[in-house]
C-alpha cells in the first residue's frame, strides 16, 4: 500500500514537471532542441518587420513565449539588428509549423534597411533597452516615435529625434521623451506642445445629374471611412443637382477625411480635403 502511495506520488511529481516544462522561453526551447527555428526579415525595421517560423520537434504539445527584448541579428552585417516591441505566445502541438510576425525595432541607426534576409536569435535585452521594450509594449507604440527613442538607447541620439517639438502626438512625444530621459538621467530637455491650429474654413461644391429621383447623402469620412459629418440626407428630385459644403477645420482633428456623395446608396463622388 505504502509502495502504491509512493509511486502514485512520484508519478504526479513527474506528471506535473513534464506539464510545467511544456511552457518555454523560445531561446530556451531552441537550446533544449524541442523547437527549430527560422528567422525571417519582411523589409523595413518597424512594425511586424520580422518572421518567426517554429517548428515542434517532439511529441508533446509546446507553449512557447517570444518575448519583448529579444534581439534578433541579421545575417547581413551591413543591415540592422532588431529588438522585438511586443511579446508573442505560439501553441505549438507536436511536429507543427507556426509563422508569427512579430513587432520589432532597428538598434542600428546608420545602418541599412534590413530586406526579406534570414536573422538568427541574439540575446535579450538588458537595462534600459529592455524596459524601454516593454514600456513600447505597454503603451502600443509601435511607430516611428518608439523607435527614435529606441535610437536614442542604442546610438545615444538626442531626445529632441523623438517626434517634433509641436504637434498632435505631442502626448506621445513626451511619454517618450519622459522615459528616456529618466532612463539616462537627462533633467533639462524640451517637451513637446499641442500644434496650434488657425481657424479656416473648407468649402466645395458637388455637381451631378441625377437620372431618377433618388435618396441623396452628402456625408464626411475619416481616413478610416467613419462618418464624422452629414451635410445632406433626403430624397431629391431628378435632374442637375448642386449641393455645397463647408467645414471648419478646428471642429474636427486635423488629418485627411473625405466629401463623398451617395445617391441611392450608390457612391457617386469622392473628395478628399486636409484638416490641418
Not at 502504491?4 to 511529481?13: A, D, G, N, P, Q
Not at 532588431?82 to 525595432?105: D, G, N, W
Not at 435618396?215 to 478610416?224: E, N, S
Request: aromatic letters at 6%.
Amino acid at each position: 500500500m505504502k509502495i502504491s502511495i509512493l509511486t502514485s506520488l512520484l508519478l504526479l511529481v513527474f506528471c506535473l514537471s513534464v506539464q510545467a516544462q511544456t511552457r518555454l522561453k523560445l531561446s530556451d526551447a531552441v537550446a533544449k532542441g524541442f523547437v527549430k527555428l527560422k528567422i525571417m526579415g519582411n523589409d523595413g525595421h518597424t512594425g511586424r518587420c520580422a518572421t518567426v517560423i517554429t517548428e515542434n520537434t517532439t511529441a508533446q504539445t509546446l507553449d512557447v513565449d517570444i518575448d519583448c527584448g529579444q534581439k534578433i541579428t541579421c545575417s547581413d552585417s551591413s543591415s540592422q539588428n532588431l529588438v522585438i516591441t511586443q511579446s508573442e505566445h505560439v501553441r505549438l502541438t507536436p511536429k507543427r509549423i507556426v509563422t508569427t510576425a512579430v513587432y520589432a525595432m532597428c538598434i542600428n541607426a546608420h545602418k541599412s534597411s534590413p530586406g526579406k534576409i534570414p536573422f538568427k536569435l541574439g540575446q535579450m535585452a538588458q537595462g534600459a533597452l529592455l524596459r524601454l521594450t516593454k514600456f513600447i509594449e505597454q503603451k502600443k507604440y509601435q511607430n516611428a516615435h518608439a523607435q527614435s527613442a529606441v535610437w536614442t538607447i542604442t546610438d545615444n541620439n538626442s531626445l529632441a529625434t523623438i517626434g517634433s517639438d509641436e504637434g498632435d502626438d505631442y502626448e506621445m512625444t513626451n511619454a517618450l521623451r519622459g522615459f528616456v530621459a529618466t532612463e539616462k538621467h537627462i533633467t533639462n530637455y524640451t517637451k513637446a506642445k499641442p500644434k496650434v491650429r488657425k481657424e479656416a474654413m473648407v468649402e466645395g461644391t458637388f455637381d451631378i445629374v441625377l437620372v431618377n429621383k433618388a435618396p441623396v447623402v452628402v456625408q464626411m469620412v475619416d481616413a478610416q471611412n467613419r462618418v464624422v459629418k452629414v451635410f445632406v440626407k433626403e430624397s431629391k428630385e431628378a435632374g442637375i443637382l448642386r449641393i455645397n459644403y463647408s467645414v471648419k477645420n478646428t471642429d474636427y482633428k486635423a488629418g485627411t477625411y473625405y466629401i463623398v456623395m451617395l445617391a441611392g446608396n450608390k457612391e457617386m463622388k469622392r473628395e478628399q480635403i486636409l484638416l490641418e
